[in-house]
Nanobody, 119 residues
Framework: QIQVVESGGGLVQAGGSLTLSCVAS????????MGWFRRSPPRELVAAISYRGHETLYADSVKGRFTISIDNAKNTILLQMNNLRPEDTAVYYC??????????????WGQGTQVTVSS
């Protein structure tokens, strides 16, 4: 079982910034990327980054505002969120087992971290 720990959420005013962190217990065998999801059901892919080539993918709603990065040695991804909007309010979940199409093959999730953006 792959465990992830999400942190960094909080309450921020519109236009503010937060940085989310996800630490995975290990890299799943043959997995391609890690990513962040929000809302349910179904959970929307917010941003993802591949383990090897650092290929990234962003939801249209966050392009230009969010930046994802990875530390392979620590199995950790960060999500820098700038210019936050009230519609970004959600529980954000991390996954470490995305496939090459950035889809997740299973439906188990951690606790997530709450992001609340006030207007």
């Amino acid at each position: 079982q792959i465990q992830v720990v999400e942190s960094g959420g909080g309450l921020v005013q519109a236009g503010g910034s937060l940085t989310l962190s996800c630490v995975a217990s290990r890299r799943p065998f043959n997995s391609y990327a890690m990513g962040w999801f929000r809302r349910s059901p179904p959970r929307e892919l917010v941003a993802a980054i591949s383990y090897r080539g650092h290929e990234t993918l962003y939801a249209d709603s966050v392009k230009g505002r969010f930046t994802i990065s990875i530390d392979n040695a620590k199995n950790t991804i960060l999500l820098q969120m700038n210019n936050l909007r009230p519609e970004d309010t959600a529980v954000y979940y991390c996954a470490a087992d995305l496939e090459s199409d950035f889809r997740r093959p299973n439906d188990n999730w951690g606790q997530g971290t709450q992001v609340t953006v006030s207007s």
